[in-house]
């Protein structure tokens, strides 16, 4: 073993001082300070979206209106809480979040039912004197140092139709007249800004007569008698989503007052719903209640399967680009005048994988550094986080399968380059290994819903899955049976998968020319002479 304990020690030296390993090593924290701080610098570098109403009978524009004003009105909200929460003085906002003790609940989205609800209460906020009355509230309850609230520019802006423009004409010539705009071939102007018009929402006179009512037989009413929304970005649908919202509710007012109801009456039944709670009979008794945390304990081994993937696929692709680097350039013939195949492998396996090892444990380190680094209450979530996952005994599962999965593929693509000759014969065998590989990550989603299922218990007993899937369902609490039994498994297919690369492995490393044949592989797994 003194002589595999020496080439492993080779191979962690020689991988730990490629360029490739210390490009992954320092761009890491790079990726995740992007990734923390991404959605505050996406939502600052997205232009504000302008668009236009043709809307010559007055139906919905003011509507829309208001509904783009609301929208704003949440954002601005939004952005006040983090300013505050950033900036006010010790003992005025927890310093951190207490994940056990909140209830899962979707914050942001109980935020958004309300105001659509209660449209009056934002309205009421922006007439009292919105932000400008709220900081005169907490000027006391802010650090000196605090800079000024920066209110969140908007994400769309209504402008007037060009001038050249009859919004008088027909649906159709509007819309072929808007054309150029919508483009981008010409910019729109806004007082004394330009725009590039993002979207056109052209209203033809006789909607409401096309207006879809229950009751009826339902149809598609035809391009002409719908309100078109012209756009050529199909990926951003915030606009059309608002815009279609405002339009029912404009028209459900409308119906409201044409069936002589009272408006209030029905806002007041549609915004009443019953009480749910969620809770969990495996957890103590007092403490019920499912948490934040316990949704991220049930969520965060999916989080780990990803990354066992990764890690598994990155470090047995560096076993297998050393081990064809090596044979194409004859030095394996040198190592193996004074060691043996076996020995040769075995230092190969650990020494990348010692190599992996450290890759993996530097991003793990940049993630730590770069939450404690990092200021503001995203990041003291982010933290809580961390702790939760670090204290839910997920980490040792995640080692142990780790290992196992690693010498199970890490054999296979040993195998594999002993005998191929150049990166391309490699690929070539390499696609029924990857259709294999992608299962999990398919499958990745659904097994958290059904973790103890046929599927995952299936799954859980083929051992080239056995360490994703298992990984997977390691916050359900899988059944005795799957917990060892796949573990059993696993450990003995290692074993056996170790000692058949290592028959390839003896004679496939030194060997030329075309790659083996399965017929030829089946003669050296079953060859009776000792060289393996």
Not at 145 to 171: H, K, M, N, W, Y
Request: proline share 6%; aromatic share 8%.
């Amino acid at each position: 073993m003194r002589n595999a304990w020496l080439v492993a020690r080779r191979e962690f030296t020689e991988n730990v001082h490629t360029k490739g390993f210390w490009l992954g090593v320092v761009t890491t924290p790079l990726l995740l300070l992007l990734a923390v701080n991404a959605q505050r610098w996406l939502d600052s570098s997205t232009p504000t979206r302008a668009f236009v109403v043709v809307d010559p009978q007055g139906l919905y524009v003011e509507a829309i209106d208001a509904a783009i004003e609301r929208l704003h009105q949440r954002e601005v909200l939004r952005a006040f809480g983090e300013y505050v929460s950033k900036h006010a003085v010790g003992g005025q906002v927890p310093s951190a979040v207490d994940l056990e003790d909140t209830p899962a609940v979707d914050v942001d989205k109980l935020i958004e039912q309300y105001s659509d609800a209660n449209p009056a209460a934002v309205d009421a906020f922006v007439t009292k004197g919105g932000v400008t009355m709220a900081l005169a509230m907490i000027k006391g309850q802010l650090k000196p140092d605090a800079p000024a609230f920066e209110e969140p520019r908007r994400s769309f802006v209504r402008v007037q139709l060009p001038a050249e423009i009859d919004a008088e004409a027909g649906t159709a010539e509007v819309a072929e007249a808007l054309r150029p705009w919508l483009r981008g071939d010409r910019p729109i102007s806004s007082g004394e800004q330009e725009y590039e018009l993002f979207a056109a929402v052209v209203v033809p006179p006789g909607v409401v007569e096309h207006v879809i009512r229950p009751g009826g037989i339902p149809s598609q009413p035809s391009t002409e008698q719908s309100v078109q929304f012209w756009a050529a970005n199909l990926a951003d649908t915030d606009l059309a989503s608002e815009v279609e919202r405002a339009m029912n509710d404009a028209q459900q007012r409308a119906e409201f007052a044409r069936l002589d109801v009272d408006e209030a009456t029905v806002r007041a039944a549609q915004g009443t719903s019953v009480p749910l709670v969620k809770l969990n009979p495996t957890k103590a008794a007092g403490r019920e209640q499912v948490s934040m945390a316990d949704q991220i304990r049930q969520w965060a081994p999916a989080g780990f399967v990803y990354l066992l993937w990764i890690s598994i696929f990155a470090i047995a692709s560096m076993l297998l680009n050393n081990t064809i680097e090596e044979k194409s350039n004859r030095l394996v013939e040198v190592l193996l005048s004074s060691i043996t195949p076996w020995e040769l492998m075995t230092g190969k396996l650990a020494g990348i994988a010692g190599a992996g090892l450290t890759m993996v444990g530097s991003w793990l380190l940049a993630l730590v550094g770069v939450l404690w680094w990092q200021a503001g209450p995203q990041a003291e979530f982010a933290r809580s986080l961390l702790e939760v996952v670090t204290g839910s005994g997920l980490l040792p599962a995640f080692v142990i399968y780790f290992l196992l999965g690693y010498l199970l593929y890490g054999s296979i693509f040993l195998a594999l380059g002993s005998i191929c000759n150049t990166l391309k014969e490699a690929q070539n065998m390499m696609q029924p290994v990857m259709l294999v590989m992608i299962v999990p990550l398919l499958t990745m989603v659904f097994i958290p819903k059904d973790p103890n299922g046929t599927l995952a218990r299936v799954m859980s007993w083929i051992p080239l899955y056995t360490p994703f899937v298992m990984m997977n369902r390691a916050a359900a609490s899988p059944p005795a049976i799957d917990l060892y039994g796949t573990s059993i498994l696993l450990a003995l297919s290692v074993v056996f998968t170790l000692w058949l690369a290592g028959r390839i492995f003896s004679v496939g490393i030194l060997r030329t020319g075309q790659p083996p044949r399965l017929v030829e592989l089946f003669r050296w797994l079953t060859r009776t002479d000792a060289a393996a």
